[in-house]
């Protein structure tokens, strides 16, 4: 859900040639015959990305205690529009929650089906899957692993999603169902390779007082050719420092500047 990826595709082409040979009489030369056809493409697409990113920010709250962090992961995705993927991260928020603990990585997993369909002409896109958040690590109190499913539906550059948790949200007690809308848009601005990026999403944390907040961005993604995205963005939320203030005294919501490069394969 996380997940910035571009899908790459390639058809393969072969041709064969025919050897001409020498005629006891004056005679034009053979004709060649006609290239074959090129195979059709592949209904298979594998995709890998790698971001270097300055803060890890998951719904607006630093993942990483606003220092910066390396991801990247692997996408396989069907012409029919099933897919599944892998994407992972370095993270520090669990240890600086409880320092006993030791869970660098976030693994996700993900698999799901999108496609388009019309409606008086005009084109939908919508996506519907099942993620799961990953935490490998040592632990001496609960685990943070979560399980997620989610719709989207969108028109154009903007996308509605819905996401609600089956378990607990990321260890948080009592949590079970809580749920996230992100409204997002990405909008293509025709000068420079640069892509508006704004989004505006609500967390609701069930059962659990203070811990409810909204979160926004707004930034551009340039294009530079050859696979590799630059981005830049700033970042807010109304998280309550009483439920986000971690044990280094920050609140991982604070607003921030931020910035990513991305290179896709």
């Known amino acids: 859900m996380k997940k910035l990826a ?11 040639a025919a050897t001409a040979f020498a005629q006891s009489t004056a005679e034009a030369p053979a004709a060649a015959p006609a290239a074959a056809a090129a195979e059709p493409a592949s209904p298979h697409t594998f995709t890998a990305n790698v971001s270097l990113v300055s803060d890890y920010r998951y719904r607006g709250l630093s993942q990483t205690n606003r220092r910066p962090a390396i991801q990247g992961g692997f996408d396989y995705a069907h012409e029919s529009g099933f897919y599944i993927g892998n994407w992972n991260s370095s ?8 320092s006993s603990v030791s869970a660098p990585i976030e693994m996700d997993f993900y698999g799901g089906y999108k496609n388009t369909f019309k409606v ?30 989610y719709a989207g539906i969108g028109y154009g550059p903007v996308f509605l999603k819905f996401s609600q948790a089956l378990t607990n949200l990321f260890g948080i007690a009592d949590s079970k169902y809580s749920n996230y ?20 999403g609500y967390q609701t944390v069930q059962h659990v007082s203070g811990a409810s907040y909204l979160d926004w961005k707004l930034g551009l993604t340039k294009d530079l050719g ?9 970042i807010g939320t109304n998280a309550k420092d009483s439920f986000y203030t971690n044990s280094h005294n920050h609140n991982v919501g604070n607003n921030t500047a931020w910035a990513s490069l991305t290179k896709t394969f």
């Open 6 to 16: 571009l899908a790459v595709s390639a058809a393969v082409l072969c041709s064969s």
């Open 91 to 98: 993270i520090s928020w669990i240890s600086d929650a409880d």
């Open 120 to 149: 008086n002409e005009l084109e939908f896109n919508y996506d519907v899957g099942v993620l799961q958040y990953f935490y490998p690590g040592g632990y001496t109190s609960t685990r943070p692993y979560t399980t997620e499913l």
């Open 181 to 200: 809308v992100d409204l997002s848009v990405n909008y293509p601005l025709n000068v420079w390779d640069l892509t508006l990026n704004a989004h505006v």
């Open 226 to 234: 050859k696979g590799f995205s630059l981005a830049l963005a700033y």
